[in-house]
């Protein structure tokens, strides 16, 4: 599964959890810009990829938030809710997708955050492995170039400059 479709599949999954009513990949501070949000509301963010062996392992934030009431009465339960969804939506992946694993432990880590809306909320920080399926780049060896100062370089077969360099005119360079 590739970058995309692993954020994508986390979203979908979140988007159908009963307690989510908005659900994207992004950024969760695009709530700033957005004044017609329908909380409580999912996003994935991506951090890094790390490919181990045979796999991609796929570093992500997963942020749940939902509005506070004025007097901040209900951020615990807001929170509670949160931290609950996340690991609901945790489970699911673990339990039902055929291409994602959960790398290694977790920590959900409620919060309180103003955007567009005072809001609390959770997020964790999770790490989710994949078989690394994504093939070679294939390629002809003739067609390798580089330009470098202004000249157009094939390169050897190990894709590097050769000490004596070839122009694609046939002369030598050095």
């Known amino acids: 599964m590739n970058l995309q ?4 599949y ?5 988007q159908n959890h009963p307690l989510i009513n ?7 501070y695009d709530l700033n810009s957005n004044t017609n949000t329908k909380y409580a509301v999912f996003a994935v963010e991506d951090i890094d990829v790390t490919k ?4 991609l392992i796929y570093n992500c934030y997963l942020y749940v938030v939902d509005r506070v009431m004025n ?3 209900n951020t615990t339960a807001v929170q509670t809710m949160a931290v609950n969804t996340l690991q609901e939506i945790i489970n699911y992946i673990e339990g039902y997708s055929q291409s994602l694993s959960v790398y290694s432990n977790y920590v959900i880590t409620p919060v309180r955050q103003k955007f567009s809306d005072e809001c609390a909320g959770a997020y964790v ?3 989710l492995v994949s078989q690394n399926d994504i093939g070679e780049c294939t390629f002809s060896d003739d067609k390798v170039v580089e ?3 202004g000249k157009t370089y094939l ?5 590097t400059k050769s000490e004596t360099l070839t122009l694609l005119d046939g002369k030598q360079d050095t």
């Open 10 to 14: 986390i979203a979908s999954v979140a």
């Open 5 to 8: 479709n692993t954020l994508e």
């Open 155 to 159: 390169l050897d077969n190990y894709f």
């Open 22 to 28: 908005s659900s994207y990949v992004g950024s969760i």
């Open 52 to 55: 181990q062996n045979n796999s």
């Open 71 to 73: 007097d901040e009465s």
């Open 125 to 127: 920080q999770l790490r």
């Open 147 to 149: 330009i470098f100062q």
